[in-house]
């Protein structure tokens, strides 16, 4: 791990995990749509890698915005 968006994408990932744990059912239903956030984050570390900072951090909100609604559903 040498860039900025490495460490950021591996620490969202990590914190979707623990997430998924602590906070949800651990059904397959919500690791589906865990699954999306997890493929933002990558995508960010890619697009961040290659020098899109501002879209990178675009998608990084996104998934966590997205993996927060997902997890605190009611």
Not at 16 to 44: E, Y
Request: net charge positive; charged share 10%; with cysteine.
């Amino acid at each position: 791990m040498i860039t900025l968006f490495d460490f950021l994408t591996v620490a969202c990932f990590v914190c979707l995990v623990i997430a998924f744990f602590r906070w949800t059912k651990r059904d397959t239903h919500t690791l589906l749509h865990m699954l999306v956030s997890g493929a933002a984050f990558a995508i960010a570390n890619q697009v961040g890698n290659a020098g899109l900072a501002f879209l990178a951090l675009a998608l990084i909100f996104a998934g966590a915005g997205y993996a927060t609604l997902i997890v605190f559903k009611r």
